[in-house]
């Protein structure tokens, strides 16, 4: 009895280290991606508002979406590819639908607050 208390204990705490030593793996993966992503994300933004500030807003408008458009498109492939990457790289890990959906939660967030910004132009 004492024996089988023993083994369900160690089996418990395994299992436990292994729910938190992928939680973490899942975390610093996803930090890597961001620190990555947001050098994507300022190095478009900056080239994006560069080529804004050339227009008119009120005669050009459409010229600024179309080109808001182009950048926010661009976005999101190379943060799509740099996702791709990142779940090759980690698809030991065994929990890459997960990881997976955390990416795209986050690559939505980066379009998004490309949307919003170049709004404020």
Do not use: C, P
């Amino acid at each position: 009895m004492i024996f089988i208390k023993i083994h369900f204990l160690i089996k418990r705490n395994f299992l436990l280290r292994s729910v938190f030593d992928s939680m973490n793996e899942s975390s610093q993966i996803l930090v890597d991606f961001n620190n990555r992503a947001k050098k994507i994300f300022v190095s478009l933004y900056e080239r994006f508002t560069a080529s804004a500030k050339r227009l008119d807003r009120k005669k050009d408008d459409n010229v600024f979406q179309q080109q808001q458009g182009m950048y926010l498109q661009t976005l999101k492939q190379q943060l799509q590819s740099l996702a791709l990457e990142i779940l090759n790289k980690n698809s030991a890990t065994g929990n890459n639908r997960e990881l997976n959906k955390k990416l795209t939660d986050e690559i939505n967030e980066y379009i998004k607050e490309f949307r919003q910004k170049s709004r404020s132009l």
